[in-house]
C-alpha cells in the first residue's frame, strides 16, 4: 500500500490486487522507533497506541535500564493496514480485492499476470510488477527468486504486571531458550504482548509456555508469524522480458536481523522500489537500506552464539555513558549507534568479536 501510494502519488497509474474480499487484517502489536513517526505520517497516527520511553534488560538476575530521548512507538497492525489502503486510495491507486495472483510472464509490451477473481480466470497486463506478499511471496517464486529462510515469531496478549509501568518495554536474555530474546511490550495500562522468537517452531511454543507460567502470565489471545531472516542482501529487480519485478518488505527479508524487525526497513524498501518506478531504477534509498541491514547482520552474526555468562557480561558493561548512546540513537541508524556504543564502551568489541569467533568456530 505505501508502495501504492508513492507511486501514484508520482503520477503512475497503479493497481493493486488483494486476495481477500475485504481488508480484515490480523491483530499484532507491533513496537517500533520514533522513525515511523516521520516515515509514514497521517497513518503513522492512526495506528499508534501506546509510547515507551524506557527498556529494561534482564539476564541471569543482572538488569539494566535504558531511558530514550525520543519514545518508541507502540502500533496495532490492524489499525495500520486500512490506514495505508485508504492513503493509496487517495493517491488514485485502484484497489481490487478478491483477486489472486496465480502466475507471470513476458508479452511483447511488458509482464502478463494470471489472476484469478471471484473465482474467474483473468489476464491482466503491465510495465511493472511489485511483490509485496510477505516471506512466501508467490510473485519472488514465480519470478525466480529463491525461497527466503524464515523463524517463528509467538506471542500473546496477557494482563500487564502490576509492576511495569506502561511506558516501559521489558527484554530477557535466556538463550538456552532462544538465541533472539524474551519481551513484554505494554500497549496500555492494562495489556500488554508479550513474545519470543525462536528456530524451531514446536520447542519455541514450548519455551515461551514455560515462559509465560514462571511469569505468572495468562494468555488473552495469542498471536503468531513466520519472520525472513535476512542473510545477506535480495536483490529487488528482476527483469522478464520486457517487464521488471520488484520485491519489498517482508518478501525482500528486509527485516533488522539483530531485533527481527521489520516494520521501518520494509517502508524504506517500498519508498526505494517507488522511487526506481519514478526514476528509471535510481534509488538513493535502497543503497542506504542495504547498509543499514548488513550493519544489523554484523550484530545479529556476534550476538547469535552468546551464552548465559555472555548476556550477562553485555549488561555488566552498560555503564551510565553507553546507556545514554543507547537512549539517543535509534535501532534504525545502527551503524551511528554502534560507533557511538563501541567509542564509550570498548570492551564491547572484544566481546562482539568473541561472538563472531564463536559462531564460526561452530560453523566449521
Not at 534482564?58 to 493496514?81: H, M, N, W, Y
Not at 511506558?167 to 519470543?196: N, Q
Not at 517502508?267 to 550493519?295: C, D, I, M, P
Not at 570498548?346 to 562482539?352: A, D, F, K, N
Amino acid at each position: 500500500m505505501f508502495t501504492a501510494a508513492s507511486v501514484a502519488r508520482g503520477g503512475r497509474r497503479v493497481r493493486v490486487l488483494e486476495s481477500k474480499p475485504q481488508f480484515e487484517p490480523a491483530p499484532r502489536t507491533l513496537i517500533v522507533t520514533d522513525q515511523f513517526r516521520s516515515q509514514m505520517g497521517a497513518s503513522a497516527r492512526e495506528s499508534i497506541v501506546n509510547e515507551i520511553r524506557r527498556f529494561e534488560l534482564f539476564t541471569d538476575g543482572r538488569s539494566a535500564q535504558v531511558a530514550l530521548t525520543k519514545p518508541d512507538l507502540i502500533i496495532e497492525r490492524s489499525r495500520l493496514i486500512p490506514a495505508l489502503a485508504r492513503e493509496a486510495q487517495q493517491a488514485g491507486a485502484n484497489l481490487s480485492f478478491d483477486t489472486r495472483f496465480l502466475g507471470i510472464g513476458p508479452n511483447a509490451r511488458g509482464l502478463r499476470l494470471e489472476v484469478e477473481t471471484g473465482g474467474q480466470r483473468e489476464e491482466l497486463h503491465a510495465d511493472s510488477v511489485v511483490g509485496a506478499d510477505g516471506a512466501a511471496s508467490r510473485v519472488a517464486r514465480a519470478s525466480g527468486w529463491p525461497p527466503i529462510e524464515t523463524v517463528p515469531l509467538v506471542q500473546a496478549i496477557v494482563r500487564l504486571p502490576k509492576d511495569c509501568p506502561p511506558d516501559t518495554t521489558r527484554v530477557w536474555f535466556v538463550p538456552d531458550d532462544t538465541p533472539y530474546f524474551y519481551w513484554l511490550i505494554p500497549e496500555s495500562a492494562e495489556r500488554g504482548a508479550v513474545g519470543v522468537i525462536g528456530e524451531n517452531g514446536g520447542d519455541t511454543k514450548r519455551c515461551f509456555e514455560r515462559f509465560l507460567e514462571k511469569k505468572h502470565m495468562e494468555p488473552l489471545e495469542w498471536q503468531g508469524a513466520r519472520i525472513p531472516v535476512y542473510r545477506g542482501w535480495v536483490p529487488v529487480r528482476r527483469q522478464i522480458g520486457n517487464g521488471e519485478v520488484y520485491l519489498v518488505g517482508d518478501a525482500a527479508a528486509q527485516v533488522k536481523v539483530s531485533t527481527v524487525g521489520g516494520i521501518v526497513t520494509g517502508f524504506r524498501g517500498a519508498l526505494g522500489v517507488a522511487q526506481a518506478l519514478l526514476q528509471n531504477g535510481k534509488s538513493q534509498e535502497l543503497g542506504a537500506l542495504r547498509r543499514e541491514l548488513g550493519t544489523h547482520w554484523l550484530i545479529r552474526r556476534a550476538l547469535h552464539r552468546f551464552q548465559q555468562k555472555d548476556y550477562s557480561e553485555l549488561v555488566d558493561l552498560l555503564d551510565a555513558s553507553t546507556r545514554q548512546s543507547l537512549g539517543e540513537i535509534n535501532r534504525d541508524e545502527s551503524t551511528r549507534l554502534l560507533w557511538s556504543v563501541v567509542r564509550r564502551q570498548p570492551r564491547l568489541v572484544l566481546l562482539g568479536l568473541r561472538g563472531l569467533l564463536m559462531g564460526k568456530t561452530e560453523k566449521n
